[in-house]
């Protein structure tokens, strides 16, 4: 059953942006960490960026400053607004879920692609 959704992805020209969304059940969204990762083909899976219940926020440094995560408590929906869109962010977007016992729940993926 899948318990978290992503949209949101697509096609765009260097420099644009766009904005991930990926909206969980409600007791998946109730998990410690909230967070977004990456995988570019031949290349292993990296954290992008993350959220904490609290609102904590972490990021990688290659999208510091050019990426946001937020969530939406309301609508049970974490966000990535992804600004000055690079090549080298083409990937494939997980959405994922750690929960307090560490136990992690993954979305199916949503392909970006960033064009030169």
């Known amino acids: 059953q899948v318990q978290l959704v992503e949209s949101g992805g697509g096609l765009v020209q260097a420099g644009g942006s766009l904005r991930l969304s990926c909206k969980a059940s409600r007791s998946i969204f109730s998990a410690n960490v909230m967070g977004w990762y990456r995988q570019a083909p031949g290349k292993q899976r990296e954290l992008v960026a993350r959220?904490?219940?609290?609102?904590?926020?972490n990021y990688a440094d290659s999208v510091k400053g050019r990426f946001t995560i937020s969530r939406d408590n309301a609508k049970n929906t974490v966000y990535l607004q992804m600004n000055s869109l690079k090549p080298e962010d083409t990937a494939v977007y997980y959405c994922n879920a750690r929960t307090y016992t560490h136990y992690d729940y993954w979305g199916q993926g949503t392909q970006v692609t960033v064009s030169s």
């Open positions: 959220i904490t219940s609290g609102g904590t926020t």
